[in-house]
């Protein structure tokens, strides 16, 4: 086919033609100028050489049907070679962006992942997080539910699909290997269907496996594979869980997980397993220890679901005052902002953070356009001689600008995918779904429409700049103007202002978050965490009674005690900032309270040495000790917390408390405060410690303590003779949860920390970013203003002259700036309250330092220029000039 008979391939032939004629006209008008003719002469005759440009761009638009796309792509490729001839500028703008866009995509992942992206279930916007609300404190708490409360929202409401019930639990799986420690969840039968999600093998739990008796079980997906190899005939097999036997019900699909705030389950267990035994947790009313997801109809608003349910437990809260008194609303949140919690405020500074930063890759470039337009005015100038609208010019330098912003965001993914592999490796585990963070489609298309909004952004002042003025005035002012012109001056130095503003802002912000972090690290948490393991041991309550539970437990710690680099060992439970906590209620002997308005407090349980081996001081009184035993006289320590909240007046020794257990095995006895005990921050560094009691263990066998072994050296030195010990004493137990204390609390402040380190990292850039900034500017003037330097010189003025004149103009930018950026900092720190610990957001100390940094940095980006100024020789510059 001939080529040039196709309508594509005459416009293409047009187009590079036009391309052609239109650079030759430019070449040859400068070359007939330099001959001594007029501009106007000059392109009139380089118009008879060539011909008329106009009439071969018609030509070219007469054979394509879509002009305007036309012109954007004749604009792109001529602006494409414009930047070739030019790489280095090209280069520097490119990376100048990338920065920009790559940190601003990285943390959009993060934000699409978090608060974007929808929950994994079919219409999940229906889905629910519920408790209800106790008001017998001044403010209302949250609080989880009974069984039988359940029992009783689940069959009343009108407002739900459906209500489903989990609860976070243990397990230990027996196999003919070593035994393992799994994270479970027992589930209401409903609960699948409640998510919307099948299981992939097998059945559905049914109503009838929330009997006693039917124990059965829904493996995860990866249990599935590790433990069972995949085996397709699994559901229906019996396997043994902490001493029990559980029927295989079904397998989950690969990617399922619920809850999603917490460990992933290894499975999930039916309500059959809280039902057996003499006094089941489902028949106890306030046994609360029970989180809901619901459903909402469809048409139905999240306050009808909220009205309907309160509604019920108001009728609870009468009928059993006992239990409910004061449980008379209910707390609905959509599953989805649950999830988030106080997650989203932090993100969303953190994209404040980068957006800010963009901004000043922004001013950047459009700084480093200007210098280069003004460099083409002359060019400019030929192109309006020749024909060229202003419009014409706007758009090909908007075509540059665009072009660039494009590259710089294709750089940008690129940096993007390294930040996210470093920032996976920080992101803090109580983050949800950080994990998830990638480089997605809805990622890339924020990236393309990032590019081409900065790209007009940064562009379009420098083109209606540059494209400013008539042919015969730029010719006169010519490229080497005295001074260049004060719209650019007033320009150049505007963004420089904005970017030393900008850029005060965020390091006010990070040096608080700085100030505050630091403040974290030198709070006293009540024990020392220094050289301490911990661990928990897998005994099932079903194979040992409580004395054989207690026993084990005390010889365990007499053979760990032996071990080479112990100094002490104990057990207790909840370890301080390990994410265990109950609240149990109580009665002082004395203060008689109405049933139901009993207060409660947090309950601990110790061995003998707990408290010396965590180093909690002993304020008065004495320890646990061996005649604290299960048939001994029962006693009680609290915590000075609680000494001062209930005998604030009294020495609180030999007073008496009755705990009410509610477990159904230990007696809610009357018991003696033997001791008290230095408070504890056991839900992290930043959280007022609570008031506590302890009852020792020997006399109240209900969970699985922690050991907690103090060390001469490394703390997990002592681990693998650790599990050897529980080996020897039983190879049918796991051990889990291993750690140190200090791993616990450097998680307590992982999220501050990685807040901290992403928003100080912003910072740093945006002052490098800035120090350029005012560095291209005061290079820029220099160079523009070389011919009046010199002649300042050499009328008299002396180098010092030269060089204060060239600081004052960087510094006076730079106050400038820095007034600014205090006056947008004190009113935009506020939104960093509930960031910060121990400081305030206006705190002094840090907005002085962060304006000593950065007048600082401003003087040390102009003290190059200045020097290079003051350096010029005057006689070598007039002549050049």
Partial sequence: MNWFRHPLGRRKIYDDLSQEIEQHLVERTEELMAQGLSQADAAHAARREFGNVTNIEERSRDVWQWPVLDSLIRDGKFAVRQLRRNRGFACTAILTMALGIGTTTAIFSLINAVLLQPLPFPHSERLTWIRQQDHSQPVPAAETLSYPDYFDWRSWNHTFDGLASYDGSTTTLESKGEPRHLDVSVVSSNLFRVLGVAPILGRDFRPDDEKPGNRMVMLSYSLWQSAFDSAPGVSGKTIQLSGHAYTVAGVMPRNFQFPLDSPPSAMWLSLADVADGKNPKTTQRGYDSLDLVGRLRAGVSLDQGKSDLSRIAGILSRQYPDSNKWLTQALVEPELQHLIGDTKPALWVLFGAVTLLLLIACANVAGLLLARGSRRSAEFALRVSLGASRAAIVRQLLAE??????????????????LLRGMVGLIPVSIPRMQDAAIDGA????????????????????ALRLSRGTPSQTMREGSRSVAGTRGEHRIHSSLVVAQTGIALVLLVASGLLIRSFVSMLNVNPGFDPAHVSTARIEVPFGKLSGDQ????????????????GVQSVSAGWPMPMSANHASISFQIEGRPVAKGDEPSEALGIAMPGYFATLRVPLLSGRDFGAKDGAHDPPVIIINQAMARKYFPRENPLGEHIQVELGDGVTDSAVREIVGVVGDVRGRGVTASPEPQYFLPYAQAVVTNPFLAIRTVGDPAAVLPALRAVVREMDQSVAIYQVSTLDNYVSKSMAQPRFQTLLLTCFAGVALLLAAIGMYGLLSYLVAQRALEIGLRMALGARQGDVLRMVLRRGLTLGLIGLVAGLVVSALTTRLLSGMVYGIQPTDRFTFLAATGVLLLVSLAASSLPAYRAARLDPIETLREQ
């Fill in 549 to 564: 539970h207690y026993r084990f437990y005390e010889e365990t710690i007499a053979r760990i005690s032996r071990l080479p």
């Fill in 443 to 462: 990622v890339l298309a924020f990236v393309m429409v990032v590019s081409i909004v900065t790209g007009l952004l940064f562009g379009v002042i420098p």
């Fill in 401 to 418: 600008s665009v072009i660039l912003s494009f590259c710089g965001g294709l750089a940008g993914v690129v940096l993007a995918f390294g």
